[in-house]
């Protein structure tokens, strides 16, 4: 059974950045697609990123290009996501899933979430 676990959310300022971590346990990282999410209150869940297990090639959301990341640490088993730039409008709690599926941006294609970690940007 595999378990994510996010952290490094938190309190930014607009124009600032963080970097969200997604450690693995139960399962290779680099031997699944694997995805970002977020939802922010009264909206439902959103695509952020995927990253292929196979070629490690990485797509994002339109709001997400130039400005968030996507990487993974395969000897630690974890993955990542680099946000600069933030915006008010990225104030959402950022989720990581296994991709099952065949479509990269519809949460019903992943499996197992972790719990979440809440991004507030805010002056």
């Known amino acids: 059974q595999v378990q994510l676990v996010e952290s490094g959310g938190g309190l930014v300022q607009p124009g600032g950045s963080l970097r969200l971590c997604c450690a693995a346990?139960?399962?290779?990282?680099?031997?699944?697609?694997m995805g970002w999410f977020r939802q922010a209150p009264g909206k439902e869940r959103e695509f952020v990123a995927s990253?292929?297990?196979?070629?490690?090639?990485?797509i994002y959301a339109d709001f997400a290009k130039g400005r968030f990341t996507f990487s993974r640490a395969n000897a630690k088993n974890t993955l990542y996501l680099q946000m600069h730039s933030l915006k008010p409008e990225d104030t959402a709690v950022y989720y990581c899933?296994?991709?099952?599926?065949?479509?990269?941006?519809?949460?019903?294609?992943?499996?197992?979430w972790g719990q979440g970690t809440q991004v507030t940007v805010s002056s």
């Open positions: 346990s139960g399962g290779i990282i680099s031997e699944m697609d």
């Open positions: 990253i292929s297990w196979f070629t490690s090639s990485t």
């Open positions: 899933a296994t991709r099952v599926g065949d479509t990269f941006d519809d949460p019903r294609a992943y499996d197992h």
